[in-house]
């Protein structure tokens, strides 16, 4: 069984100042294992963050099927998702206020996650230590987050998500506010820590570049899952030649590939030789077989 289950899972948006319905996943379909380090990727307003807070249970699912772990978060009121929250994921978010509080010190901002699982402050004072210290930051953990880099800041996030030790590891976008090379630095940690303590984690972006830091890659365009690759497969995001069937036998085409051939809406599809051929402008292959015959 996998440790991350979706089906069909949508997410329709009801903005409180209008009638308008904004339809932001419209059935993704995916499995993810324990141990992965994957990140998602696609352009702006493809439903990355939406289907994030998802997995955070941050927000409800407006249908479909949503599993993480034991949990059932697609069953879950607001009170069982505050509970997975805290003890079960971890969050980094693009913006370092979002992360941090920036008036106190890097080692109490690690302790905040701590405090609210009820540890006492000497164990928890010890934790966030060594939490710090595999990110790099033990030597300035006195230091207050404006008092440190863009790099260093995103670091002390990235102790804070994991505090708590967590089964998951969402980030949205964490290098988005960094140099390359900074932000190269934050993924050699993310890759650090999935290798030696296991966690799952799952990071958004729209960067090729930032996604070539993880084992495997999911591509999401409109709401749904439309290609997935390991990295190591990969020079450009063109070479994503492994695409998602859903349940109901629906795939959805590249758009790299939708754009480089200018397929039309209708296009033809047949079976031979147990491979599957699509065409396009009405040149099916059994019009060509029927030409020939
Ligand atoms: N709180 C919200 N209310 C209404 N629409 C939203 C809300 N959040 C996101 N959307 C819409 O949902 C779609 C997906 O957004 P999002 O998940 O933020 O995409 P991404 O992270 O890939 O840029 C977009 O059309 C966006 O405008
Ligand atoms: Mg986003």
């Not at 963050?49 to 978060?73: H, I, W």
């Amino acid at each position: 069984m996998s440790f991350i289950e979706i089906r069909d899972l949508i997410k329709i948006y009801h903005p409180k100042e209008s009638n308008l319905r904004v339809p932001a996943l419209r059935g993704v379909e995916l499995n993810i294992e324990q141990g992965e380090f994957i990140s998602i990727i696609g352009p702006s307003g493809s439903g990355k963050t939406t289907l994030l807070l998802l997995l955070a249970g941050m927000t409800e699912p407006s249908a479909g099927y949503l599993r993480v772990g034991d949990f059932r978060l697609d069953q879950y009121t607001e009170t069982d998702r505050s509970i997975y929250r805290r003890f079960s994921v971890g969050t980094l978010w693009q913006i370092p206020n979002r992360n941090l509080i920036w008036e106190i010190s890097a080692l109490e901002n690690v302790e905040i996650p701590l405090r609210l699982l009820g540890i006492p402050r000497e164990q928890r004072r010890k934790e966030a230590k060594e939490m710090l210290a595999e990110v790099g930051m033990d030597h300035r953990m006195n230091h207050k987050p404006k008092q440190l880099s863009g790099g260093e800041v995103q670091r002390v996030g990235l102790a804070c998500a994991l505090a708590h030790k967590p089964l998951l590891l969402l980030a949205d976008e964490p290098t988005g506010e960094l140099d390359s090379k900074t932000a190269g630095e934050l993924l050699r940690y993310f890759k650090h820590l999935n290798d030696t303590r296991g966690i799952t984690a799952i990071m958004v972006t729209h960067d090729f570049d930032v996604a070539k830091a993880t084992d495997r890659l999911i591509q999401i365009v409109d709401g749904r899952i439309s290609g997935y690759s390991p990295t190591a497969d990969l020079k450009t995001i063109s070479d994503i030649h492994q695409v998602y069937l859903d349940r109901y036998g629906g795939l959805q085409l590249p758009r790299h590939i939708l754009e480089k051939l200018e397929v039309q809406q209708k296009i033809a599809i047949s079976e031979e030789d147990g491979r599957i051929i699509l065409s396009q402008n009405g040149d099916s292959v059994s019009n060509k077989k029927m030409k020939k015959d």
